[in-house]
């Protein structure tokens, strides 16, 4: 059964960074491309970044690039979601996705605010 588990959100001024992580269990992580996506209420979910397997080519949404780094660490089962230079509207729940079984995790809420 696939499993993934976000963690890291939380309350950061604008300007600041949080790092979110996301562990996946029952399939094979290495193999796997995953992504991150967020989403505010009353809002489609929106797709942030993305990382592919062995050589792990990313892609950012042009709202984060720059800002916004994705990796992935294939011994601990983790991908991470390095987020500098906040704004309010990075403001939203995070999730992140196995892109081959297309299954998500529980979500991470991030909220920057003054």
């Known amino acids: 059964q696939v499993h993934l588990v976000e963690s890291g959100g939380g309350l950061v001024q604008p300007g600041g960074s949080l790092r979110l992580s996301c562990v996946g269990s029952g399939f094979s992580f290495p193999t796997s491309a995953m992504s991150w996506h967020r989403q505010v209420p009353g809002k489609e979910r929106e797709w942030v970044a993305e990382i592919g397997s062995v050589i792990g080519v990313t892609n950012y949404a042009d709202s984060v690039k720059g800002r916004f780094t994705i990796t992935r660490d294939d011994g601990k089962n983790t991908v991470y979601l390095q987020m500098n230079s906040l704004k309010p509207e990075d403001t939203a729940v995070y999730y992140c996705?196995?892109?081959?079984?297309?299954?998500w995790g529980q979500g991470t809420q991030v909220t920057v605010s003054s």
């Open positions: 996705r196995n892109i081959v079984t297309g299954s």
